[in-house]
């Protein structure tokens, strides 16, 4: 059976140290020292083509799948936006891993989980194992869990994190210093994304018994890199229809290129080895305002028929010089997606703790930065658990040129997983 080689993910793993026997199952963690027009329904089944092994390829297209729904509920707002669906998934996994009963049925049905617990489990390890096999991209993906100083956890549930998420187990004390817990994990997620997520979690009460954490951390340079001297203030139409001077890179080249009536495609693939394959693909409407219209069709088959038809062109690319960051807090919209109970005092993570506890809040904070040597993207996602009571053409070459709002996602093709997705509508941020 393939091994996942094409993922290419970087994990950050710190030694957690021993546990120590809580009882009834439990255990506590020892200090650490500081350091529009609906689409139809969709299914894991409508992903992108995936060369991994069958389970691995579940969780790749659970992913995927998720990652499209939340994207479109996200997408109902205004302005640039930018997510790491993977990051939100990773993290969403492992507090399902701690879920029972109607908790856990409606947390799998919203991320569509597999689930076959032991091929569930493993497809992620085989994700994170398999990491580390490429050259010229930078990309580093951490689990983190923070416990309350004392809190009893299951045994078996930190063995799951560590063993299968790859995770670091880490105690604070929320109770007596939450201003410090949140330093800590701050300082963390800061140093995981090369210092571009701030500030991943604030306000934490006296009651915050427990704090899952991703982080991942994306960087590089562009196969056919763009030339400085070839960047020049360019306009940039909005969805309001102000015209707008932004700095607009050019160069020709052959990119895969793939149009219709209603839009443009093209990928702009990253240097790597031969073990990864990822690419920013921009999918550009041929209307200034058409943005709506494609992301009402944004769905795992549209992507799945639009990459398998980007052909080899030779292109003449004009694209916005970008840079913004994204801070969500998706409770409300994880609710209104289904997961409801969670984040209620009826929420049973029995597989966690015994002591009742429910989800106050999940934030999900991003940067993406595109210039004429590559792109930088980091984000980092924090699940927050809280004690509870009971185009114009040439004969020479196409012309892309994305002077008005675009979706833009980073893939990587080899196993389809969808690492970043996201919308430019305002290149000034």
Known sequence: MRRLLALALVFVVIASGCIANGGNGTSTVPQNPPSGTPTPPMTKNDVLDLTQTEEAGDVVGASNLFGIELYRELSKGNGNLFISPFSVFTAMAMAYEGARGETAEEMGSVLHLPENETLRREAFRTLLLDAGRHSGIELRIANALWVQKDYPVR????????????????????????????RTINEWAEETTNGRIKNLVSGLTPDTRLIITNAVYFKANWTLRFSPDATHNGTFTLPSGERVTVPMMNR???????ETDELQALEMPYEGSRFSNFSMVIILPKKTDGLGKIE????????????????????????????FEGEYQLGGTLRRMG??????????????????????????KTFISVAENGTEAAAATAVIFTAVSAPVETPEYKVFRADHPFLFLIVDRDSGLVLFIGRLVDPRG
């Open 155 to 182: 045994e078996d549930y930190l063995d799951t994190i560590r063993r299968y998420y790859l995770g670091e187990v880490r105690e604070l004390d929320f109770r007596g210093d939450s201003k410090g817990a949140e």
């Open 252 to 258: 020709v080249g052959k990119f895969n290129y793939a």
């Open 296 to 323: 009402e069709k944004l769905s795992p088959q549209f992507l799945k028929g639009l990459l398998g038809s980007l052909k080899p062109e030779e292109v003449d690319v004009t694209v916005p010089k970008f840079r």
């Open 339 to 364: 997961m409801r109970k969670a984040f209620t005092d009826r929420a049973d993570f029995s597989g966690i703790s015994e002591e009742p506890i429910a989800i106050s809040e999940v934030v999900h």
